[in-house]
């Protein structure tokens, strides 16, 4: 417990850390932000009033406290004029929207990539194996906005199933979270061939095969239950590469999530729009790992044995 | 010295995913070194009267806005694209290797330190951490090689650390210490070159995602200057017609495609290669 707990307290300060180094980073940005906005017919007077109100003429640990302060409070809006758009009510827009594609994406990924990994293991070396292998290097080769503007032309225009962009329909998901996942999926499955591959001459699955039990409870109850630590390690690992293929597939969908958020905010110069985006980014990758490592301690206790020590 | 390529215990004969994936890299390369030749026009050249073609046998791969030709567009492209990615490449590789070399060889309080930086960034996931650097820097190219560099460094690192660790208790180093060479002697003339092998065919790996990082970074509007035709900026001004005219994003897109499975195809069988289990 006292180890979980470690962990947790940990992700918050690498979270909080996160936070003050993308304030810095801001503060490195070339050019006065509140001058830019003004136009080169500004008044200094003028100038340094939206600067005050932007926090710009604080020091930068006194900005990340401010902007940590107003949103525990709930307070926070846009830094940038008519400083009126809340933060915590677009976050509350985008989160879900991005939740859900993410949590679709995943399942997606799991569902076409476990059984293509196992099924590769099984048949190694045969045709069915080289070309499920065959595809997920061209899954993982293409961009994600490749093969998303090809789902589109292929099931938006010339089949017309599904719709296309935006949000208007609940199908409006299925093919942005198809496109997320597909990419994942191909990775999934290399990583389940390897592991599967690896666990396959191990005494245990030996003797349940040699006590005469059907290959598929020797495949999926003991062969995969001892795979499954790296698959389940990889899947977390990989769930940065969905909020990041998030971002992406959001611009190539029109889809209004996180990405699209930070995307307008860093275009508008929104400072605050883009410490929360980071903020919530870091905090959800981190929260997601902390999740794998307690799943992968339960799945399999010699992780937590070993995970004692440091 | 043993060689850093043990080619004789490897299978004579390269596989087929090895051979195209050479193919598929000699063709994106030879693109990229002849564009002037293969570009129909130069890439600027405006018609207005030619725009949103459908490819024909005057524009193999149509044209775009203001009649741009995107064949020529994606052959400049491959120039930009893949000298973003190999810069990239060889940058993190000469920092990450230098990081990891002299953490193990320092050892001690300095080889912790380097591993905890190097722990932390690896458990963030690279293209985030490029998407805000290069938010905060604007679209340019040193903001975007270092943006693709931030991350990208750390496996070599670990790599070479790994490597130096079990390779200076071998006799050729040990003899070279009694001798009294200098460490950057050692590590130059005798650790180095048994590092190669491992490093390139890390470096083969880190191509296409270095090529992938870029393409999304630029298609966000995060990446090359705005005007610069890399691969994923021609994508990124294709996305509006995708609808009427599909073939101004797909090009650029195939073609990010094709360098990166050439890559990864090589990658793979320079693995199984050097592998020493199989």
């Known amino acids: 417990m006292r180890f979980w707990l470690r962990k947790a307290g940990g992700t918050l300060l690498a979270a909080l850390g996160a936070t003050l180094l993308v304030s810095l980073f801001l503060d490195l940005i070339p050019g006065d932000p509140a001058a830019i906005l003004l136009g080169e017919q500004a008044q200094s007077l003028d100038v340094a009033a939206l600067r005050r109100q932007m926090w710009l003429d604080r020091p930068l640990p006194v900005q990340a406290w401010l902007f940590l302060e107003e949103l525990a409070t709930g307070e926070l809006r846009s830094s940038v004029p008519p400083f009126q758009e809340r933060v915590w009510g677009r976050l509350a827009e985008a989160v879900p929207k991005t939740g859900l594609l993410a949590l679709l994406a995943m399942a997606c990924a799991l569902a076409i990539g476990l059984p293509l990994g196992v099924l590769s293991a099984r048949r190694a ?95 999926w109850r003991y062969a995969f239950r001892s795979a499954a630590v790296p698959i389940l390690t990889i899947a977390g690992l990989q769930f940065g590469g969905v909020l990041t293929g998030a971002v992406v597939v959001e611009k190539v969908f029109n889809w209004p999530g996180l990405g699209t958020y930070l995307l307008t905010s860093i275009e508008r110069r929104d400072y605050n729009g883009v410490r929360a985006c980071v903020l919530v980014f870091t905090l959800t990758y981190l929260a997601v790992n902390l999740l794998t490592d307690a799943v992968c301690a339960w799945v399999d206790p010699r992780v937590r044995l070993s995970t004692k020590a440091p | ?79 930009v694209s893949l000298g973003v990615g190999l810069a990239a490449v060889f940058l993190s590789g000469l920092f990450g290797t230098a990081v990891g070399m002299a953490a193990a060889w320092a050892g001690g309080l300095w080889d912790d330190a380097a591993m905890r930086v190097i722990d932390v960034l690896l458990a963030f996931p690279g293209l985030l951490l490029a998407i805000f650097i290069t938010a905060v820097i604007g679209p340019s190219l040193g903001g975007l090689l270092l943006a693709l560099c931030a991350t990208a460094w750390v496996s070599y690192a670990r790599l070479a650390r790994a490597q130096v660790l079990s390779l200076q208790q071998r006799e050729f180093v040990l003899a070279a210490r009694a001798l009294g060479a200098s460490p950057l002697r050692i590590a130059v003339r ?27 970074l630029s298609f966000l509007g995060l990446g090359v200057p705005p005007g610069t035709p890399s691969w994923g900026a021609l994508v990124d001004q294709g996305t509006a017609h995708l609808l009427d005219a599909p073939h101004v994003a797909l090009f650029p897109g195939a073609a990010i495609a094709v360098a990166t499975l050439g890559f990864n195809f090589l990658g793979d069988a320079l693995r199984d290669r050097l592998d020493p289990r199989r």
């Open chain 2, 190 to 216: 005798h650790l180095l070159p048994n590092l190669a092998g491992p490093l390139v065919v890390q470096a083969t790996f880190g191509l296409p995602g270095v090529i992938l990082a870029e393409a999304a």
């Open chain 1, 125 to 219: 070396g045969r045709a069915v194996d080289r070309a499920a292998m065959g595809l997920a290097v061209l899954a993982i080769s293409a961009p994600a906005f490749l093969v998303g503007q090809a789902l589109i032309l292929a099931f938006g225009i010339r089949l017309g199933w599904l719709p296309i962009a935006g949000d208007d329909s609940s199908a409006a998901v299925l093919l942005p979270a198809l496109t997320l996942g597909l990419a994942l999926s191909a990775l999934l499955s290399r990583v389940t061939r390897a592991s599967m591959l690896e666990v396959q001459g191990k005494e245990w699955v030996l003797s349940a095969r040699a006590r005469g039990l059907s290959e598929r409870k020797v495949t």
């Open chain 2, 1 to 79: 010295m043993s060689a850093a390529l043990d080619w004789d215990r490897a299978a004579p004969r390269w596989s087929a995913g090895a051979r195209v994936g050479v193919a598929l890299i000699v063709a994106t390369a030879l693109l990229a070194l002849f564009a002037p030749v293969i570009a129909p026009v130069p890439p600027g050249r405006l018609d207005l009267a030619a725009s949103w073609l459908p490819p024909s046998r005057a524009h193999p791969f149509g044209t775009g806005d203001n009649g741009v030709d995107v064949l020529a567009n994606v052959a400049y492209g491959a120039r």
